[in-house]
């Protein structure tokens, strides 16, 4: 639990950062965007997990 909340809080960092300097976010602007990127890690996940 601890990793994620750090994980978080680093990204919501990069995230003020982001917007303070004025530059575009590089990650998807949309929930399907992010969605895609769960996406592909569960996929991951799984293959990881079958090839044991």
Same mark, same amino acid.
């Given at each position: 639990?601890?990793? @994620?909340?750090l994980?978080?809080?680093?990204g919501?960092g990069c995230?003020?950062? %982001?917007?303070?300097?004025?530059?575009? !976010?590089?990650a998807?602007?949309?929930?399907? *965007?992010?969605? *895609? @990127? !769960? *996406?592909? %890690?569960?996929?991951?996940?799984i293959?990881v997990?079958?090839?044991?």
């Amino acid at each position: 639990m601890k990793t @994620i909340l750090l994980s978080l809080l680093s990204g919501a960092g990069c995230g003020i950062l %982001f917007a303070f300097l004025r530059l575009p !976010v590089p990650a998807p602007p949309t929930l399907a *965007g992010i969605a *895609g @990127i !769960v *996406g592909i %890690f569960l996929g991951y996940s799984i293959v990881v997990l079958v090839r044991r």
